[in-house]
Structure formats: C-alpha cells, structure tokens
C-alpha cells in the first residue's frame, strides 16, 4: 500500500518537473541579401499572421507577437536587424515560466517547439520569396 501511495505522488509529480524545460530561443533567421528591409518586415507579419499569430507592437525593426493554444499563450519580440530576423520571449500565460534556485529560466516544453516552427516557417518564407525574385 505505501509503495502504491508514493508512486501515486511521484509520477504527477515527475510530469510536473518535466514540464518546463530552459528557455531558450531559437537562433536568428537569416534575411537572403536580395530581400529589402521592408520586404522582410512584410514577410515576418504575414508568416505570423499564417501561423495563427496576433500581431501587438510593429515598428521598423521590432514586431511583438502573442500566440495562443488553448489556454497557454506566448509573446515573443521578433527584430529585423543585421542581416537577421532573432526572437526574444517577453511573457507568458499558463507555461510555467519560472527561474529554478540555480537562476535557469525555465518554461514549457512545448515553447522550444512553437518558436522553431515560426523560424522554420519564416524560412521557408524568405526562400519562397528569393524563388519570385528575378534573376
């Protein structure tokens, strides 16, 4: 009976912890030299906007985005700069966003995997866009 009490005390409690994970965001995604600042501006909004993104705060440079999954949400900074398009994370509702007692920033698992489908899909997008340039 009380090895079946702990196991029903750690297993939720396991899951819990293998909730969050660092929060790490993904690298910057490379503008093709051919595309112009205002072009890449363009493409960041509608790659968003595709990937069922709100759109918040858009300046020259810098466009804040807020996600929602079901009861989660992400807002993260997207800035055009140097050649790059780099995400920051900002806030967060419902992805156990925290800093451990070793200061590590932790967050959901599933955060990684959001933001590597943006940057994977901004991608695409830029390299479809070279596709349209003529040559």
Do not use: C
């Amino acid at each position: 009976m009380k090895r079946l009490i702990s196991r029903a005390v750690l297993v939720p409690l396991a899951l819990l912890l293998m909730a969050a994970t660092p929060l790490v965001d993904p690298p910057a995604v490379d503008v093709p030299a051919a595309i112009s600042h205002k072009e890449a501006m363009t493409i960041l909004r509608k790659t968003l906007i595709h990937r069922d993104w709100t759109l918040l705060k858009d300046s020259a440079n810098e466009l804040d985005a807020k996600l929602n999954v079901r009861t989660h949400s992400i807002t993260v900074r997207f800035t055009l700069g140097d050649g790059k398009v780099s995400f920051k994370y900002l806030d967060s509702v419902n992805m156990d966003h925290k800093v451990d007692r070793r200061g590590t920033t932790l967050i959901h698992r599933k955060y990684a995997g959001w933001m590597n489908n943006v940057a994977t899909a901004l991608n695409r997008e830029f390299q479809l866009a070279m596709l349209e340039k003529p040559h």
